[in-house]
């Protein structure tokens, strides 16, 4: 993928909670995102379809690979799930709050912040756990920020891996 360059303001925001939103997270993200940047577009992509948002939100169930893959490069920030999409999310060099909403999503909430590639919320369940992802919102204002995290999650990830697993797959003899 491109090299992304960070806009000056957020005037986008893109919330994957996973297909099903298992959580139904996807309303009070948005809630929370409207509370943080009141001017930004936000896209919510799966899960529910009333976000009960004032202001520009939309709602898209089902995306093509090549589609979200156009949204994350349109968009300056992201809330997600903190699941298989952060690959995704590095690829496209997308500054984004994650939040845990599975156990399988343990390692991800740890190791993606530590590295410097994302901010974390935390766990879906914690007590304060909407306060948290507005102050990660909080965190992501600042376009030097975002564009650090963005080089740091696309050094991480070049969106090659499964040709590279492929041309190795493809080198082995059984």
Do not use: C
């Not at 709050?97 to 914690?126: C, M, T, Y």
């Amino acid at each position: 993928m491109p090299k992304r360059v960070v806009r000056p303001e957020v005037k986008s925001i893109l919330i994957v909670m996973g297909g099903s939103d298992l959580r139904n997270l996807s309303a009070p993200m948005a809630l929370v995102a409207r509370e943080a940047f009141p001017s930004a577009h936000i896209r919510i992509v799966g899960g529910m379809s009333e976000s009960g948002v004032d202001g520009a939100v939309d709602h898209f169930p089902l995306l093509t690979a090549e589609r979200l893959a156009a949204f994350m490069q349109d968009t300056d920030i992201a809330i997600s799930a903190a699941g298989q999409t952060t690959f995704e999310l590095a690829a496209a060099g997308l500054p984004s709050v994650l939040v845990a909403i599975a156990k399988n999503q343990a390692q991800h909430i740890e190791h993606w912040p530590a590295a410097g590639a994302f901010v974390s919320a935390g766990w879906w369940d914690d007590q304060n756990f909407f306060s948290n992802v507005g102050r990660a919102l909080e965190t992501l204002r600042p376009a030097s920020f975002r564009q650090l995290l963005s080089e740091r999650g696309q050094s991480m990830v070049d969106g090659r891996g499964a040709e590279r697993l492929y041309r190795l797959l493809n080198h082995v003899r059984l």
